[in-house]
């Protein structure tokens, strides 16, 4: 028993009454388990995570991914970006015509690459929150989408030698069995032509409503794998349950990760299967790297938002994950409901895991999260009680052969002197029967298994303010690649290379295919939200279109961030506008000659507008006092280089 305090009795005299012991049968064999995982996108939420330096990059890796260390994460999830605005900014296409394709864009591939370095055995899952316009003339549900999505899973092997193993279908878009059922179809089939026969189609990324087509529509269910819906409540309909197919929570958490979203997390791991036979759950998102003003900012199973400081944290969910994901592995099978899955009598609830094809081990996992230490930001949670409880589980038809059991435990709740974080607490020699006592906001993982750990790197980095003074001319970059610390709202900026050399690039020709709302024209942020003074200045390379400098943005995600700042407008028609959100406050005529340097100082209500050097409006205005500095752009292909902000 562990030193640090008695949490086991193993079949002794007991100075307390006991209720009816709990079983755990190792001939009553549940669904195959699927695996933990994080969701990297929807959108944008990884990006800040690739800026950082070494080795930082690597130690926020590690905790994601790397077996026995921290999360040790067994499904990542990718969004397949589209040019489109879905949720905290956009991510960039593989192909923005039928005859583009570039598997270089984006951070998504190196994610990928990075999460098999450490799990060879990771699953890799994807789905797309929108698409490029010129996808089926508009329509998603088109034969140009099937290509679409088979050239990315066609690229991520040729290029990067991963096999994507799940493949969704459109992010939480109302179910429709006329559009719906005839494009999956049509998926399946230009997978099996590819010859991505083991490719797994997940459906429909949403609500339960497929599941009367799955049961009505015989082609329909042998194309569908998987039944994948989100922020469920650990609840599923029967029907969905007599399908006979695995359903998953593909996406579920999305709460803020201090000590309650960790409950909640705890909470949901366990209770997805117990109430609604769900055999997989996906954190959105991944790890919250993405400025925290942003939607949602500080979800995630970590935060890595200070890459220019090395700055990370690692949050209470990231050990919530370790109590499953470090004792299971995708194709373990839950014991059966009544035989080592339930609830507990006094609330809260356990699972039992077993490796495929044997009972020699196994892996018990016991949650008593209260309803208030453990409420996620959706849906919302019904009142239930979770009161201290002693309870004696009972081993049946188990090949144990007197292994040692490890006890790894969490203490949550909002008093921090009792918060640990999964460290293991005590070691006993197995009988067939023991005794635990619970106390409430806990969670324990019994295990035969050996090896785990809670990983370390040390200490990280202090925080720091973004840079006073920060400069970019977009040499240093590979091409297609984003330039650190940008972005994107609407459109993508990347790196090119062309008459004007190196410089980075907005490449988004017409607006997308969308999932929400976007800003008018394509626009990228970068800085600190809450600066107030500050010069911004680019040179602009404009052929045709209008390039923007910008700054004191308080708004990104799904909404119209040109609305919530100052904008400087240059026209290829030789002209300049300055706006304050959509009101027009200045404007004049220039001759533009293909490249300028566009600047602005804010200091205070004083703004003052510059073109190549000179002076070309000096006022006040107290609109927007503090925000991000943004370069924007129609939609068109606009140049920016030379790039600096300096504030004071």
């Known amino acids: 028993v562990g030193t640090r305090e008695i949490i086991l009795l193993v079949c002794a005299t007991l100075t307390f009454a006991l209720a009816k012991p709990i079983v ?7 669904r195959r388990f699927d695996g933990i995982g994080g969701l990297s996108g929807g959108g944008a939420t990884s990006r800040l995570l690739v800026d950082y330096e070494e080795p930082y990059r690597s130690q926020i890796l590690d905790y994601l991914f790397l077996p026995n260390f921290g999360a040790s994460l067994h499904i990542l999830k990718v969004e397949i970006g589209g040019d489109c605005q879905t949720t905290d900014g956009t991510e960039p296409s593989h192909m923005r015509s039928k005859t583009d394709l570039n598997f270089h864009r984006g951070y998504e591939w190196w994610l990928m690459v990075e999460a098999k370095k450490r799990n060879p055995d990771i699953l890799l899952y994807a789905l797309s929150w929108g698409v490029p316009g010129w996808i089926g003339n508009g329509n998603f549900f088109s034969d140009d989408n099937v290509l679409y999505h088979v050239e990315w899973i066609k690229g991520a092997k040729q290029v990067y030698n991963l096999d994507i193993d799940f493949i969704g279908i459109w992010n939480e878009r109302q179910y429709s069995d006329d559009k719906n059922c005839t494009y999956i179809k049509n998926l399946r089939s230009g997978l099996d032509a590819a010859g991505f026969h083991n490719t797994k189609i997940v459906a429909a990324d949403g609500n339960w409503n497929i599941v009367n087509s799955v049961k009505s529509d015989e082609k329909l269910s042998e194309v569908v794998d998987i039944i994948g819906v989100h922020y469920p409540g650990t609840e599923s309909p029967q029907d969905a349950k007599n399908l006979g197919k695995q359903l998953w929570a593909s996406e579920d958490y ?3 990760a201090d000590i309650v979203g960790g409950g909640c997390w705890a909470r949901i791991l366990n209770q997805n299967y117990v109430n609604g036979l769900m055999t997989s759950t996906i954190s959105w998102n991944l790890a919250a790297a993405y400025y925290e003003n942003l939607p949602f900012g500080g979800d995630g199973l970590l935060w890595a938002v200070q890459p220019w400081a090395g700055n990370y944290e690692i949050k209470s969910p990231i050990w919530i994950s370790a109590h499953t994901t470090q004792f299971s592995k995708p194709g373990w099978r839950y014991l059966s409901h009544g035989n080592g899955v339930g609830h507990l009598p006094m609330g809260g609830s356990y699972v039992t895991l077993v490796p495929e094809k044997n009972i020699d081990d196994f892996t018990l996992v016991i949650e008593t999260l209260t309803h208030d230490n453990s409420i996620c930001i959706r849906p919302s949670l019904p009142p239930y009680n979770v009161a201290p409880q002693h309870v004696t589980f009972q081993l049946e038809n188990f090949n144990l052969k007197n292994k040692a059991v490890s006890v790894w435990k969490t203490q949550l709740g909002k008093d921090v002197s009792k918060q640990m974080f999964f460290e293991k607490v005590g070691e006993f020699k197995l009988n067939d029967t023991f005794n635990l006592k619970l106390e409430v906001d806990q969670v324990y993982t019994l295990t035969t298994l050996t090896g785990q750990k809670k990983g370390s790197h040390g200490p990280v980095p202090a925080k720091r303010q973004f840079p006073a003074k920060y400069r970019d001319d977009f040499q240093n970059y590979p091409l297609s690649s984003e330039a650190r610390f940008f972005a994107d709202q609407t459109g993508s900026w990347e790196i090119y290379q062309g008459s004007h050399g190196k410089t980075m690039r907005q490449s988004v020709l017409q607006p997308p295919i969308t999932w929400c709302g976007e800003s008018k024209m394509p626009i990228t942020f970068i800085g600190d939200v809450s600066t107030k003074n500050f010069n911004v200045s680019s040179k602009v390379f404009l052929q045709k279109g209008q390039a923007m400098v910008g700054g004191r943005f308080t708004q990104g995600g799904c ?24 009101k027009l406050v200045k404007s004049g005529s220039v001759r533009v000659t293909g490249s300028h340097v566009l600047a602005l100082t804010f200091d205070g209500s004083l703004i003052l507008g510059y073109i190549d050097g000179s002076l070309v409006f000096e006022l006040r205005d107290a609109t927007f006092g503090s925000g991000w500095a943004a370069l924007g752009s129609s939609y068109d292909y606009v140049e920016f280089g030379n790039f600096s902000l300096d504030s004071f």
Do not use: M
Not at 559 to 569: P, V
């Open 24 to 30: 755990l049968n190792g001939h009553s064999i549940g």
């Open 254 to 256: 999305s709460t803020y």
């Open 559 to 582: 909404t119209d961030s040109y609305k919530s700042g100052y904008s400087f407008i240059l026209d290829a028609k030789n002209s300049w506008e300055f706006y304050a959100g959509e």
